[in-house]
């Protein structure tokens, strides 16, 4: 009997040590575990100071706004049958970063534009970083090209001032160039003045209109909606015309721009023209010079 109660005495002494060491060891791998929480954490933190790279951003908000924006203003953000152009009209890309922000976060109901507030601040900024890059500011790219020799390309040989004006200067009957490689890359420069014939839409062709009193109307379409048609002729005059007293409107479908600068330009001289168009832009951005 007193060796069964000493022998009973003797396991509970061993259980009670074998608790103790596991009460010991649960606690030092619990402050491991801590240690090691804490530690993970200020490495996070530190990494999250630093601000991602562009391309992440880039890509990120590129998945943002292909998923919720490229419906409405297309994959290109140049408008599409539900919404505007946001990446060229010059009352959106003028828009600070911060006013820009302002439009996700609120949405525009009355037009229909809902709220992204709900994408977070994150999302919100590398959507904005990306919109910013459709409309060709952001990180800017090396330009290939003497600009200087592409001054003298625009102002002389290729005839460039004779329809188009920058900074005030030059024609009047293309449209003003000075701030076109704001949102404009160099290569869609480049394929603006090779193939001019790509151009979409009425705007900047001509049109040959007959009015229901039989008078004739030609020049360049400066702007058409639903009702009405804004004409600049040749010679300067201007003309706005009502579509209700208009028999016919023949608009031509080649431009009034040479289709000829491929083989007239040589591929150097072609690049110093885009990289003149797009220092001008440049520069004006540079200066902080408004609308």
């Given at each position: ?121 994150a999302k919100l900024s590398a959507l904005l970083s990306y919109i910013r890059s459709l409309q ?73 209109v007959t009015a229901k009193d039989g008078k004739l109307y030609s020049g360049v379409v400066r ?69």
């Open positions: 009997m007193s060796v069964a109660r000493h022998s009973f005495q003797m396991t509970g002494v061993t259980l009670s040590r074998t608790r103790c060491q596991l009460t010991r060891f649960a606690t030092v791998a619990s402050f491991v575990v801590l240690a090691l929480h804490a530690a993970s954490a200020q490495e996070a933190q530190k990494l999250g100071t630093k601000r991602p790279p562009a391309a992440t951003s880039l890509s990120g908000g590129q998945q943002t706004f292909d998923s919720t924006c490229a419906s409405c203003h297309g994959l290109d953000g140049r408008g599409g049958e539900r919404a505007p152009d946001i990446a060229t009209r010059p009352e959106i890309t003028r828009l600070s970063d911060q006013d820009l922000l302002k439009v996700l976060r609120a949405g525009i109901p009355e037009k229909g534009m809902p709220s992204f507030a709900a994408l977070g601040s060709g500011k952001g990180t800017s790219l090396p330009v290939a090209g003497n600009t200087e020799k592409g001054k003298e390309l625009y102002w002389g040989k290729a005839g460039c001032s004779e329809c188009h004006m920058v900074n005030g200067a030059g024609g009047f009957l293309g449209r003003d160039l000075s701030k076109y490689g704001e949102n404009h890359s160099v290569t869609e420069i480049q394929s603006a003045i090779v193939k001019p014939e790509k151009t979409t839409g009425t705007r900047g062709h001509v049109a040959e702007n058409e909606d639903n009702f009405s048609l804004q004409l600049l002729a040749l010679d300067g005059t201007f003309h706005l015309l009502s579509k209700s007293d208009l028999a016919a409107i023949n608009f031509r479908q080649e431009s009034l721009m040479p289709a000829d600068y491929g083989s007239k330009l040589s591929a150097a001289e072609l690049d110093a023209l885009a990289a003149y168009l797009a220092g001008i832009a440049r520069t004006k951005q540079k200066h902080g010079d408004e609308f």
